[in-house]
C-alpha cells in the first residue's frame, strides 16, 4: 500500500504490558475492580506501529499510537456490521434538516479556493446529501459508500475526494486510506471531515477524552488529531493545505514535475 510500513523495533515500557481494569478516570468500565489483565501488544491501523492502551469507556478499550497519534479501538470491540448500518439509518441526513446542510455548506465555503469540476464523496451513505449540493455547484459528482452504494466504479480520478464523518468508521484503514487518495488526480485535494479528539499543543487532553461525546458512538472505531492528517499526507505523498485544528482538513496531491522526470 502507500502508507509505508515502518518495522523499527519498538519495546513499550512494561507498563503497557498490564492496565488495572477498574475503570477508575477513564469513563464507564465495568470491569472488576483492582484487576489486573495481561493485555496484548496491539498495533495501530493506520501506521502498524506499537499501540499502547490509553483508556477503557464505553464497554470498549481505547489504544493510542506513539507514532502517527491516532486513537483506536481494538477489532474485538467493534460492532457486527449489519449492526452498523442499522444506526446509520437512524441519522437524519436528509436535505430537509438545515443543520446538517449548513455544516456542508461551511465546508464547500472552504473548496472554493480549489479549481474543482469533478468531485467524489466517498462515504455518502442512504442520501447522498453533499452529492446533491455539489452538483448543485456544477461540479458532475459521484457518491460511493460501501454499504449504500457500493457499485460506483471507482477506476476515475476527480479534482476532489471528499469525505465527510467517515474516517473515523474505517476498520482497515491503512488500506481504505491510499485507495481513496489514488482516487484524487493530480493536482487536486482530498477533503476530510472527522471530529478531531481534545488535544492541546499538541498532547491529547485525558480528562477530556475521558468525557468525549463522539467516542460514544459504537461505530466510530478510530480518531485523528492534525499531527495524525499530517503524518497521512506525508506518507502518501500529499501536502496538507488546509486545517482548522477542529473538524476539517485539506490535502493536495501534487502534479508531476515538468518532463516526466
Known sequence: GLL????????????????????????????????????????????????????????REYWLCSRCLAISVPTRFHI???????????????????????????????????????????GCGYE????????????????????????????????????????????????????IADRVAPGGVLAIMTRFYPAKDKRLMPDEFVNWFYKRDPTHIIFYCAETFQWLAENIGFKLVFNNEYDFVVLRKPRPAAGGN
Open 4 to 59: 509505508k510500513q515502518d518495522r523499527t523495533n519498538y519495546s513499550p515500557s512494561r507498563s503497557n504490558d498490564y492496565h488495572r481494569a477498574d475503570g477508575k478516570n477513564q469513563g464507564k468500565s465495568r470491569s472488576q475492580p483492582g484487576r489486573l489483565r495481561r493485555v496484548l501488544p496491539m498495533k495501530c491501523p493506520v501506521c502498524d506501529f506499537s499501540a499502547r492502551y490509553l483508556a477503557s469507556g464505553e464497554n
Open 80 to 122: 457486527p456490521q449489519n449492526e452498523e448500518v442499522k444506526r446509520y439509518l437512524e441519522h437524519e441526513n436528509s436535505l430537509e434538516n438545515e443543520g446538517y446542510v449548513q455544516m456542508f455548506q461551511e465546508k464547500l465555503s472552504i473548496l472554493q479556493a480549489y479549481e474543482i469540476k469533478s468531485a467524489l464523496d466517498y
Open 128 to 179: 447522498p446529501v453533499l452529492k446533491t449540493l455539489l452538483e448543485r455547484q456544477g461540479i458532475k459528482t459521484d457518491g460511493y459508500d460501501p454499504n449504500f452504494f457500493p457499485d460506483i466504479n471507482l477506476d476515475k480520478r476527480y479534482d476532489l475526494v471528499i469525505s465527510t464523518e467517515t474516517f473515523e468508521h474505517f476498520r482497515n484503514p491503512a488500506q481504505e486510506i491510499p485507495r
